[in-house]
């Protein structure tokens, strides 16, 4: 169902044409795979190879790196086709909107020209370790450590709910390669953790597959590294492979990273709009359809004006982002509220549905159940407005 949304001012003709594409290919090739990724709990490394070939990778990265060349722009309308598709499974905005831009904006051009073009293909596939299991939020009290032996580093440490830890073989490693305390002493760390026969490096070893209350094709997994060595040329530090930049480097591409969030849960609020919409104008009740019921006109017009709100914030953030005048303040704001917004949206429409709503097989249900992990991931939405609030 088509919704009156105001057409968005940092939308080309080219971003339009992409959007249509985008959503023909998953509707014809994925949503049918849908709910065999959701009880494997994962999708498997061939739709990264798909992706890779139908330029769902790293849109926004340029040509001479085997990108599409495009902006941001291009990045965002492929996610918010992805959660318009119900698609929580595949990660390929971190991918490609996160990971690829660490490489892109802190890599050497060795490492840019060994990385991106893999990446673009879906041959790798790329995931960030932050979070550990008594560091969630608070980046500097990282302890995972890298020790440098010559022309290597040892990197020893724990990581959890890492996006794509089943199928990632790149894996950005937030660690620590310093002595000093806090934010002086972390470095990113890029392991490359599969021999091309497939099979691990020594030392490292993937959890198991997270069992979560939603999003449950996508590959959330703990990830151990026990004395693996990682050379010091994959530490991401410029030409200069100069260590203890990591938080500084992590606090640049955060913004995007919590705007991405917020694209999506837009893109999510659309999609259950859309479905409360057509239930409740087929299903009758007490002889008509629940549409003609004032509460529930009453209500999704309400979640219409909700949605409306949110698009104009996060089309807004995006014009500001593709001019490169997207503060860490605005970001987190627009994270905190599109994602704390869309839990109640999902809430208001779900119950709509009745009894059919918390049934898995209504997509309601599982728009309901992917939406709360947002709040979480990224920075928890109390982070955020600690965050905002020092910019008051």
């Known amino acids: 169902m088509s919704l009156p949304l105001f057409p968005s001012s940092w939308m080309s003709d080219e971003h339009r044409m992409l959007q249509d594409g985008v959503a023909r290919f998953f509707s014809e090739r994925w949503v049918p795979r849908a709910a065999a990724w959701r009880e494997a709990g994962m999708m498997g490394r061939d739709t990264w190879l798909e992706a890779g070939a139908q330029g769902l990778l790293c849109a926004s990265m340029p040509e001479r790196y085997g990108g599409a060349g495009g902006d941001f722009g291009h990045d965002a309308v492929i996610l918010l086709e992805q959660a ?11 991918h490609s909107a996160i990971v690829a831009p660490y490489i892109l904006h802190h890599g050497s051009e060795a490492q840019k020209q060994r990385w991106l073009p893999r990446m673009a293909r879906g041959e790798l596939v790329g995931a960030i370790a932050m979070t550990e299991p008594g560091t969630g939020s608070d980046l500097q009290s990282v302890a995972t450590r890298a020790r440098r032996e010559g022309d290597h580093y040892r990197l020893s440490g724990q990581k959890v709910f890492i996006t794509n830890g089943q199928n990632a073989n790149l894996v950005i490693v937030v660690c620590r390669t310093g002595a000093e305390a806090g934010a002086k002493g972390l470095s990113l760390l890029v392991a490359e953790v599969e021999h091309e026969d497939g099979s691990l490096v020594e030392g490292y070893r993937r959890g198991r597959n997270l069992d979560k209350i939603g999003m449950k094709a996508q590959d959330t997994s703990e990830l151990f590294f026990d004395e693996v060595r990682v ?10 492979g100069q260590e203890g930049l990591g938080f500084a480097q992590l606090m640049q591409e955060l913004p995007q990273e919590r705007l991405i969030i917020a694209v999506s849960a837009v893109g999510a609020m659309e999609r259950a709009l859309a479905e409360a919409l057509a239930y409740t104008k087929e299903r009758r009740a007490f002889g008509k359809p629940v ?7 009453f209500k999704l017009a309400e979640v219409q004006s909700q949605l409306l709100a949110a698009r104009a914030l996060v089309d807004a953030c995006i014009a500001a982002h593709l001019q ?10 627009a994270k905190a509220w599109t994602t704390d917004l869309a839990c109640q949206v999902m809430d208001e429409c779900l119950q709509l549905f009745g009894g059919y709503g918390y049934m898995m097989e209504y997509p309601i249900a599982e728009l309901y159940a992917d939406a709360r992990v947002a709040r979480i991931y990224g920075g928890t939405n109390e982070i955020m407005k600690e965050l905002a609030s020092r910019f008051m």
């Open 84 to 94: 318009k598709a119900n698609l929580s499974g595949f990660g390929g905005g971190l």
């Open 291 to 297: 549409w003609e019921f004032q509460n529930t006109r």
């Open 231 to 240: 050379p010091v040329a994959n530490l991401l530090g410029g030409a200069g």
């Open 324 to 333: 490169g005048q997207l503060d860490p303040a605005r970001a987190a704001l």
